[in-house]
């Protein structure tokens, strides 16, 4: 009698006992949903506001950067401080913003670039003469072409490619606002023997 007495009571039991099985199914997903959710608050600030993919296409800048080169743009340096000469960034063309460029900088706001005879000088407050620019990164024997004599007013930028012969830069468009400037090259991810962060040069002046 009294095994039939219990019998009520372990059916009960039974009853109220949680499916494992189901809760931690709920529970997987519910982590899963929480790491995506966590996932997504970090990588899209950083693809959209700190970092962007760039593919190089074209051989402007070789020997520095050939085409179909995979590079990684910081978009977030030039928010604290300004753009230096000799920085290689991308920017929005400005004669059609939906066209990506990817030169370096030569000229800085305020300063007079003159090319002439293949050679390019900046002149400054500190060099009223002018400076004849010693461009290391350019091949063997490459000539500057062009006749430009332009003046920065704030903000502007004159670029060039590296490669001077094969390069729509500030020699055709003039100079370049700050506003189309989407960041510097930062890393260089593909070709596998390339990768690496980019290398900074500097002029001494």
Known sequence: MENNKQIPEIEKMMQEEPEVGATSALAFIGELIKITLISLAIIVP???????????????????????????????????????????????YPKDISQFFIKRIIGLPGERVVISNGEVVVYNSNYLEGMSLEEEYLSEHITTFGDVDIVLKEEEYFVLGDNRAASLDSRRFGSLSKDFIIGKAWIRGWPLDRIGILDHYFFGF
Do not use: T
Request: net charge neutral; aromatic share 22%; no cysteine.
């Open 46 to 92: 950083v693809r959209y506001f700190l970092i962007k993919p760039f593919y190089v296409n074209g051989a402007s800048m070789e020997p520095s950067f050939y085409n179909h080169e995979y590079l990684i743009i910081d978009e977030i340096s030039y928010r604290f401080s300004p753009p230096q000469r000799g920085d290689v960034v991308v920017f929005k």
